[in-house]
């Protein structure tokens, strides 16, 4: 409870970003067989996977 509330179980995510191994903000994953369905249906939707995963998504922190 104590690392929760002091937001401390998150340090070592965010350890992480400082070190540059994730990023921030990233894509969302999409499960193995969507990823081979929008390949075939939308150009460059395979560029998602050059970018790091991140602790969170930009639909998450945008209005």
């Known amino acids: 409870m104590f690392l929760r509330c002091w937001s401390l179980d998150e340090l070592s995510q965010n350890?992480?970003?400082l070190a540059g191994d994730t990023s921030l903000v990233s894509p969302r994953p999409h499960v193995v067989q969507q990823n081979e369905l929008y390949r075939?249906?939308?150009p460059g939707m395979t560029q998602r996977h050059?970018?790091?995963?991140?602790?969170?998504?930009?639909?998450?922190?945008?209005?």
């Open 15 to 17: 350890l992480n970003v």
């Open 40 to 42: 075939k249906l939308i």
């Open 50 to 63: 050059a970018f790091k995963t991140g602790i969170t998504v930009l639909a998450q922190v945008s209005d």
